[in-house]
């Protein structure tokens, strides 16, 4: 089994350095080009079948990935688990303003240190989102099958499925939050997982943001 695990393109959320999470933003049209973009640097692998959060941003995801690579009849199946960490109270704002001041001292806490983080007011935690990302992807492979997935979900949910993989699951986000549309292909045999790759970008590297740099110590 192939596992091909992609983060969302850009919405305006993003752009605006606000905190997002289970608020349904749609794509941005720089979001859909880099979905485009990604989708094309795909072109020549098969789905069997791919898996999204709801929110509308992964499904949107999904569909321009699908279609440009070449996979426009392969549906789209929606589970809640892989949905985007609930930031409760928190959601809708903006985490630093134009000059990079943080807005609020939790948002830093937040990117150093997501693990020991006490979680979101009226949200969940990063345990809470390990646990049920982590399960789905369980579920997934115990099929035990060849097939290639594409699994469209959020920058959080996605270093929370694969969290129990990384050399140092301590470092939650593995230097950097995940760009939009990064992709990390994973083989499942016998229920073991690897990475093929890691980190993959399928556009041009100067559209590539790091919205929270400066953000982590």
Request: glycine share 8%.
């Amino acid at each position: 089994m192939l596992l091909y695990v992609i983060r969302h393109g850009e919405t305006q959320a993003n752009k605006e350095g606000r905190f997002q999470g289970w608020t349904d933003n749609p794509l941005n049209e720089k979001g859909v080009e880099l979905a485009r973009e990604t989708g094309k640097g795909l072109r020549g692998v098969r789905f069997d079948g791919c898996y999204s959060s709801p929110l509308i941003r992964a499904v949107q995801t999904a569909q321009y990935v699908l279609t440009e690579s070449g996979n426009p009849e392969v549906p789209i199946r929606t589970d809640e688990r892989i949905k985007e960490i609930n930031m409760g109270d928190w959601e809708g704002r903006t985490i630093r303003t134009e000059n990079g001041t943080i807005v609020f001292p939790e948002a830093r806490a937040f990117f150093n240190s997501p693990l020991d983080f006490p979680g979101f007011p009226n949200g969940e935690t990063a345990g809470m989102v390990c646990q049920r990302t982590q399960e789905f992807l369980r579920e997934l492979a115990a099929a035990g099958d060849d097939k290639t997935y594409l699994i469209s979900l959020h920058g959080f949910a996605m270093r929370a499925m694969l969290n129990f993989l990384y050399e140092d699951p301590s470092d939650f986000w593995q230097q950097h939050v995940p760009l939009n549309c990064e992709v990390n292909i994973l083989e499942v045999r016998n229920g073991e997982f690897r990475f093929v790759k890691e980190h993959q970008i399928y556009y041009d590297a100067k559209d590539m943001v790091d919205r929270y740099a400066g953000l982590r110590k």
